[in-house]
Nanobody
C-alpha cells in the first residue's frame, strides 16, 4: 500500500523557517518526481516546488524562489522542503505528492500526481 506521510508543519512567526519532510512507501521512489503543494482555505491547491527523481532538476513557484529548497534522499525515500522568511499569507496545508512521469514537460503537471499525503498544517503568524 502506497503511503506518503508528511511531518514538520506547525506554527511559526513571520520571517521564521520551517522544514517539511515526507516519507514515501513507493517502490519506484527514485524514478518519481516528488513535489510539495499547498492549499489555503478558499483557494486552489498550488504547486510550491518539485524535484526530479535523481534530484538534478528542481522547480519553485515564483513566490518562493530564493526562500526555499527542495531536496530528496532516495536511500531513505524522503523528500524535504526548507522554507525561510515565511509570510502570513503562506499559511496553508502543505501536501507531498508523487508524479511517476519524470520528463521535463510533465514534471509539473498537476493532473499526473497520483499519490498524495494527508497534509501538514503550516501557520505563519504576523
Amino acid at each position: 500500500q502506497v503511503q506518503l506521510v508528511e511531518s514538520g508543519g506547525g506554527l511559526v512567526q513571520a520571517g521564521g523557517s520551517l522544514k517539511l519532510s515526507c516519507t514515501a512507501s513507493i517502490r519506484t521512489f527514485s524514478v518519481s518526481v516528488m513535489a510539495w503543494f499547498r492549499q489555503a482555505p478558499g483557494k486552489e491547491r498550488e504547486l510550491v516546488a518539485s524535484i526530479s527523481g535523481n534530484g538534478a532538476s528542481t522547480f519553485y513557484a515564483d513566490s518562493l524562489k530564493g526562500r526555499a529548497a527542495i531536496s530528496r534522499d532516495n536511500a531513505k525515500n524522503t523528500v524535504h522542503l526548507q522554507m525561510n522568511s515565511l509570510k502570513p499569507e503562506e499559511s496553508a496545508v502543505y501536501y507531498c505528492a508523487r508524479n511517476p512521469v519524470d520528463t521535463p514537460y510533465n514534471r509539473n503537471r498537476k493532473d499526473l500526481y497520483d499519490y498524495w499525503g494527508q497534509g501538514t498544517q503550516v501557520t505563519v503568524s504576523s
